[in-house]
């Protein structure tokens, strides 16, 4: 089980105070394999990216929990830039942020990507796109889910010809991270050709297993989740 925690955080845009939650322990979590494009297994299970973000209820900016001390102790936001604040205050965030056509969660993981590209953080603006999808997955949005993957592969693309690392175990990890992405997202061709670049520097164990698992279920037009239990057995 995941204990929750509120505490009082004021915003750095409007300054404008609200409660918010956050996990305040995972004590007790089975560990448990992630799926493909890493998701973690309590993630799935709790929910936990559901408190991950915190979004400001006056003015709409959003940030990973600001906690640093145990509640109730209020909890205030680094300044931000007058760019991001005026990305917060603009036509497109604020669109992004009242899409109907995703789940609330989803749109406030979007903004956050944009806050993240507006910093020149690329790589990790691709991340949060992709826990949109975690949260249109959790609402069985297949839809939405597509497309924030294709949203997440357009940020890291972004980033790789930026030359900036989207994972730290080196090509043949990105190219199975983008292989899984783009293979839920029902971009099969593209998918199979991340599988192939990943596994032409003959990649080691277990990179090359799940290389060639994940080019099986692309060819099969698979676009569900995976776990990399199903072909290696440790993670």
């Not at 590209?117 to 691709?126: F, K, L, S, T, V």
């Not at 069985?140 to 900036?164: F, H, I, M, Q, T």
Request: aromatic share 8%; hydrophobic share 35%.
């Amino acid at each position: 089980m995941i204990e929750t925690e509120t505490t009082t955080w004021t915003c750095p845009v409007c300054r404008e105070r609200s409660d918010q939650t956050f996990v305040q322990s995972r004590s007790g979590l089975p560990p448990g394999p992630p799926d493909l494009d890493a998701r973690r297994l309590e993630d799935k299970v709790h929910g936990v990216i559901a408190y991950e973000i915190w979004l400001c209820p006056w003015c709409g900016f959003t940030q990973p929990p600001a906690v640093a001390q145990p509640p109730p102790v209020a909890q205030d936001a680094a300044p931000v830039s007058e760019a991001v604040a005026a990305l917060v205050h603009s036509y497109e965030y604020r669109y992004q942020l009242r899409a109907e056509v995703l789940p609330p969660l989803a749109n406030a993981y979007l903004c956050r990507a944009m806050i993240e590209r507006e910093g020149g953080r690329i790589g990790r603006a691709g991340w949060i796109a992709l826990k949109a999808a975690w949260a249109c997955d959790d609402r069985g949005d297949k839809p939405g889910g597509r497309y924030c993957r294709s949203r997440a592969v357009e940020l890291w693309e972004e980033a790789e010809n930026a030359g900036e690392p989207i994972v730290e175990k080196g090509t043949p990890a990105r190219q199975l991270l983008l292989a899984d992405v783009l293979r839920r997202a029902r971009r099969f061709e593209e998918a199979k050709d991340r599988c192939q670049r990943g596994r032409s520097g003959r990649p080691a164990e277990p990179f090359r297993s799940l290389l060639a698992f994940e080019s099986e279920l692309a060819a099969r037009g698979d676009t569900d989740a995976h776990a990399v239990s199903e072909r290696v057995a440790v993670w």
